[in-house]
């Protein structure tokens, strides 16, 4: 089972919005809602953002959205603020014989 | 409040086994799955096993079967990560994460990571 596809790094600025994309196959991101998003700031362990794709978690700010077209689900922040920066990971339930859960290969969101 | 604490990091032998343990508290212990997710220095996350702690019933990535057990200890609400026969591929930190209530395939509560260096 090979990593969802994820763009390496996006940017913006203050106030701006960015989107990631995270690419499956229609064993994973295709077929199943089951496509969440988690923020890692350096040194700290992996935040649940978005759940069952577009879903926030209570606590999370509704700057962060999250969507599903195809093999392809998207993680938008708008209104882009200093401590979004951070490592960005989707991940997705997946029907290969060879894992259960397969993750992205990691969004670096840089503030300008 | 929700709370998952990992024992301390570790330097392994080429060829030895580590086992990690991961704490709950602040909930039931045998009503939510815990996975175990790895991540190399500088790389991405792995998702490597999962089980269930009230039957002990386990599920694991291809890629450990045959290295990796998971265990459960009720009495303690701890689960274990045991991985066998390491290699330097295998340093990394390892994570030990809660399924949400609300979402069987989402992570909502993360250990620390326990950092295991295997080096000779």
């Known amino acids: 089972q090979s990593a969802l596809t994820q763009p390496p790094s996006v940017s913006g600025s203050p106030g701006q919005s960015v989107t990631i994309s995270c690419t499956g196959t229609s064993s994973d991101v295709g077929n199943y809602n089951r496509v969440s998003w988690y923020q890692q700031p350096p040194g700290t362990a992996p935040k649940l953002i978005i759940y069952e794709v577009s879903n926030r978690p209570s606590g999370v700010p509704d700057r962060f959205s999250g969507s599903k077209s195809g093999n392809t689900a998207s993680l938008t922040i708008s209104g882009l603020q200093a401590e979004d920066e951070a490592d960005y990971y989707c991940s997705s339930y997946t029907t290969s014989s060879t894992s259960l859960y397969v993750f992205g290969t990691a969004t670096k969101v840089t503030v300008l | 409040q929700v709370q998952l604490v990992q024992s301390g990091a570790g330097v392994k032998k080429p060829g030895a086994s580590v086992k990690v343990s991961c704490k709950a508290s602040?909930?039931?212990?045998?009503?939510?799955?815990m996975h175990w997710v790895r991540q190399a220095p500088g790389q991405g996350l792995e998702w490597m096993g999962i089980?269930?702690?009230?039957?002990?019933?386990?599920t694991y990535a291809q890629k450990f079967q045959g290295r990796v057990t998971l265990t459960r200890d009720t009495s303690t609400s701890t689960v274990y990560m045991d991985l066998s026969s390491l290699t330097s591929d295998d340093t990394a930190l390892y994570y030990c994460a809660r399924a949400a209530s609300y979402s069987d395939s989402a992570f909502d509560h993360w250990g620390q990571g326990t950092l295991v260096t295997v080096s000779s």
């Open positions: 089980i269930n702690p009230s039957s002990g019933g386990t």
């Open positions: 602040g909930f039931t212990f045998t009503t939510y799955f």
